[in-house]
């Protein structure tokens, strides 16, 4: 999966869910939208209804007061007159109302006003009728309600009524058509929108289903490419385990076999001394025996004498036997060095828990000596107890000090500090001199075998750096050196507060 | 000593060999020295040809033994001979460059009864070799068994 096809689909994804969350939206204001629309048609429907039940009362309300009109003509009781007066109150308001809510319609405004003219008129008509009765002549009452009844003006007001319910019913079935038109809209956009927002649901299921494959199948990967380092690093690390070992057979091999020659030749060497003090004894009482003078006994091994060239022959011969035999002691300790480094490369380190300061105090207390005759003080500062190597820790320390101590600068007191601390399971300890010092270029030379740094001045052979950086790696901790010439050094060591005896010395 | 003791030097290095007998020389030992300079000629001499070593039946032997030799270890043959009824009273002095403590032990183990590090430092070896060139002039030396 290449970096760029994970950032599509990631792009791809992203609109996905904006698509979604846009059409939600929409559904929701569409939603909205239709909803109140669906309430204004419905509030529309019922207006219609409000106003067919108004024309009904109307209608209703004169056909009350025509019946008590004519019941009041027949019988002249008094209640038919007060039912007439209660219908007849209430018909105009009626009529007022009906006009109102129609006065949005300018067919129903027209058909209202003929309405109302006809029910004007009527009233006008029961007024009179009334006026006959109450003056006792029924017969113009009665010749009133005929003319009436030819006039028809009930009719005219039916009609007008049948005019207005046909406009409103006209109305109804529109608003109600419109309603219904509404609501099928806004439930097609809401199944519509709930489809779309279902598909883009399972594209983007799809699309994280397919990327959780692939994000698997690279963990798979990844798990197995991990187990394949793993071994790949244990068997570099068994190569190099053997590497060393074989260096370290090695080393050891040569180091020893070059020894018995080395006995061969200092023994010679030695015989050839002896015989060279034999010859020259010869040659000496030879040269005497020549001369005239009396010889004079020389007594046992003492040295000859010599005249002209038999004496610079003899010295010679001594010279030329002098470096033959600094020369073998040189080897001889290198050669041992070696053996030495190579028998401690061989050694089990045992883990123990070690009080670091005791054991740097009994170190200082071996050196005391020497620290006096330098007029140098060693201050131990409280350092942190450790599992390690004692034997391993001992020759670190004491190495490290006996340098510090050996590398003073001539003239100025000595003052050497171990001071120690801890992080992140580990335990620093420094070793700090105010000594000569080491120029930086010497800094890495100084841990390499045999090599040395600064005035050659004091004796040694350039091991102990380098056997203390090769303990200090088996012990799995690492060594540096901070140092300035002429200003002093610090050696700094970091060991593992808890070392376990690792797999580095498992099979040495 | 009734009976002169035979001196047995294993020593594969021929200078080696020659300054072992001078300095056991110097000291005033004056015993015949046999040397061998590899084990297989070693062996044949102590163990004979049918590797029973009847022939130093009653003789007085004393074996000085270097442990590196070129065609076996010296401790193979250390084992044979304490293994040997004939030849196991025989002191052996093991004479070797070898100063690992391991080795060291091993060949106590086996029987030997001195173990010696050479010295590269000729002084201490001439001096070594003549202190046990002393030590052989006291030692008793049973003859093999009859």
């Not at chain 1, 299921?205 to 187990?227: K, Q």
């Not at chain 1, 244990?234 to 074989?246: C, F, S």
């Not at chain 1, 171990?418 to 010092?437: C, H, M, P, Q």
């Amino acid at each position: 999966v290449t970096a760029d096809a994970t950032r599509r689909r990631a792009i791809g994804q992203i609109l996905l869910l904006a698509a979604g969350f846009l059409v939600l939206v929409a559904i929701s204001a569409s939603s909205v939208i239709f909803v109140s629309k669906a309430r204004e048609d419905s509030a529309l429907v019922v207006h219609t209804v409000e106003v067919e039940n108004q024309i009904n009362a109307v209608l209703l309300e004169i056909r009350r007061a025509e019946s008590a009109t004519r019941g009041y003509l027949l019988t002249l009781g008094p209640e038919f007159l007060s039912e007439h007066s209660a219908a007849v109150a209430t018909i105009i308001p009626s009529v007022e109302k009906l006009a109102q809510s129609t006065a949005d319609n300018p067919v129903q405004v027209e058909n209202a006003k003929k309405m109302r003219m006809a029910v004007e008129n009527r009233l006008d008509q029961f007024a009179r009728e009334m006026n006959f009765v109450k003056q006792n002549q029924p017969s113009g009452a009665v010749a009133l309600v005929r003319e009436a009844a030819a006039e028809n003006s009930s009719g005219t007001i039916r009609e007008a009524a049948l005019a207005m319910r046909a406009e409103e019913e006209r109305l109804f079935a529109a608003r109600t058509v419109a309603a219904d038109l509404s609501q099928r809209i806004a439930s097609t956009v809401t199944i519509a929108g709930s489809a779309l927002v279902i598909a883009l649901a399972a594209i983007s299921i799809f699309l994280v289903r397919r990327s959780a494959g692939a994000r698997d199948s690279a963990e798979a990967r990844l798990r197995d490419n991990n187990l394949h380092l793993e071994a790949t690093v244990d068997e570099r690390t068994t190569d190099l385990r053997e590497a060393n070992n074989e260096i370290q057979r090695f080393a050891y091999i040569v180091s020893h076999d070059l020894r018995s020659p080395l006995v061969n030749i200092m023994g010679f060497t030695s015989e050839l001394e002896e015989l060279r003090a034999d010859i020259f004894r010869r040659i000496a009482a030879l040269g005497r025996a020549v001369g005239t003078a009396p010889v004079p006994v020389l007594a046992g091994d003492a040295e000859p004498q010599l005249e002209g060239e038999d004496r610079q022959l003899s010295q010679d011969f001594s010279e030329a036997l002098a470096f033959i035999k600094s020369s073998i002691a040189k080897m001889d300790r290198l050669i041992t060095a070696i053996l030495n480094l190579t028998r401690e490369g061989r050694r089990e380190f045992e883990p123990v828990r070690i009080d670091t300061s005791e054991l740097i105090e009994a170190i200082v207390t071996t050196v005391a000596h020497q620290a006096s005759e330098a007029d140098a003080q060693i201050r131990i500062e409280p350092l942190p107890e450790i599992v390690s190597d004692r034997l391993a820790l001992e020759q670190i320390f004491s190495n490290l000090i006996d340098n510090a101590l050996k590398y003073l600068k001539p003239g100025v007191p000595g003052d050497i500090t171990v001071r120690g601390r801890t992080k992140l399971g580990f335990a620093i300890f420094e070793v700090a001199d105010n000594g000569r010092g080491i120029a930086p270029k010497d800094h890495q030379r100084i841990f390499d075998l045999f090599r040395r740094a600064g005035t050659q001045d004091k004796p040694g052979q350039g091991i102990g750096l380098a056997h203390v950086r090769a303990l200090v790696r088996r012990l799995g901790g690492t060594m540096s050196v901070h140092s300035e010439l002429n200003s002093g050094s610090t050696f700094t060591i970091t060991l593992p507060i808890e070392w376990a005896a690792s797999n580095r010395n498992r099979d040495t | 000593m009734s009976i002169p003791v035979t001196i047995i030097m294993i020593e594969d290095d021929e200078g080696h060999a020659r300054l072992i007998e001078r300095n056991i020389r110097r000291s005033g030992v004056n015993n015949d020295i046999v040397p061998f300079t590899n084990g297989t000629e070693a062996v044949n001499y102590l163990f004979g040809k049918d590797g029973s070593g009847l022939d130093h039946r009653g003789q007085a032997l004393l074996i000085l033994l270097d442990l590196n030799l070129p065609d076996m270890t010296g401790i193979d043959i250390l084992r044979r001979v304490k293994e040997n009824k004939y030849l196991k009273c025989a002191p052996v002095v093991v004479l070797t460059t070898t100063d690992d403590s391991q080795e060291i032990k091993r060949c106590y183990e086996l029987g030997c009864n001195v173990y010696i590090t050479k010295p590269v430092n000729y002084e201490s070896f001439a001096n070594a070799i003549r202190q046990l060139g002393l030590f052989f002039s006291v030692i008793q030396v049973p003859p093999a068994a009859p």
